[in-house]
């Protein structure tokens, strides 16, 4: 089955405590993305990669690490979480940039 | 720049009401449009799209209709079902963008 998965789907963790939220698609996309949903926000994108070893930042990459060693993973790094980290955190793949996006679950993270 | 205005929610209809959520769009270019669903406790969903002026997408009786003259991208659906309670999400991209553009999002509840 073509998915997007992420781990974990919740997560509480106190500041400072650096975590990484795991992200993996099976459908061989070039690009692979991160974001955040906020009430009243919409989603906004944290970071992008267009391929292996190429990421880019988004509209809000304060606080956020990413890498992208292997074409299917793409984690997503809190080196030192804050409170206002707090969110529901999406990670999408597609073919390109500006096709069609395919969406894990969500993973909520609260930050104390 | 390019961006994405849809209606505030929240919407409340009855079953059997007829819907539509308001979107219009900015862009320098030629965008495709999208909608996407997201139903409680999971990731985002396509539920349709158009790549063209003038084209329809749709898909379980949901409509939308590129409309360049408005830039507009309605989406409408004849009669409502409470499984179709959910939230709704807008979005464009541009051909070579590094990502879509979100509205922020309509919160649909059909009660019975």
């Known amino acids: 089955e073509a998915q997007v998965t992420q781990n974990p789907r919740y997560l509480i963790t106190v500041t400072g405590k650096k975590l990484t939220v795991t992200c993996s698609q099976n459908?061989?996309?070039?690009?692979m993305s991160w974001y955040r949903q906020d009430p009243g926000l919409g989603l906004r994108q944290i970071y992008y990669?267009?391929?292996?070893?190429?990421?880019d930042k988004g509209d809000v990459p304060e606080g956020y690490k990413v890498s992208r060693k292997e074409k299917r993973n793409f984690p997503l790094i809190l080196e030192s979480p804050s409170p206002n980290q707090t969110s529901l955190y999406f990670c999408?793949?597609?073919?390109?940039?500006?096709?069609?996006?395919?969406f894990g679950p969500g993973t909520r993270l609260t930050v104390t | 720049g390019d961006s994405v205005t849809q209606m505030e929610g929240p919407v409340t209809l009855s079953e059997e009401a007829f819907l539509t959520i308001n979107c219009t769009y900015t862009?320098?270019?030629?965008?495709?449009l999208f909608w996407y669903v997201q139903y409680p406790g999971e990731g985002l969903q396509l539920l349709l799209k158009?790549?063209?002026?003038?084209d329809k997408g749709s898909n379980k009786g949901f409509e939308a209709t590129y409309r360049k003259e408005t830039t507009s991208f309605h989406l409408e659906k004849g009669s409502v079902q409470v499984s179709d309670s959910a939230v709704y999400f807008c979005?464009?991209?541009?051909?070579?963008?590094?990502?879509?553009?979100f509205g922020t999002g309509t919160r649909l509840t059909v009660i019975p």
């Open positions: 459908m061989n996309h070039e690009y």
């Open positions: 990669s267009m391929n292996v070893e190429v990421t």
């Open positions: 999408a793949s597609s073919y390109y940039g500006g096709h069609e996006q395919y």
């Open positions: 862009a320098t270019g030629y965008p495709s």
């Open positions: 979005a464009l991209s541009l051909t070579g963008a590094n990502n879509l553009f």
């Open positions: 158009a790549t063209k002026a003038d």
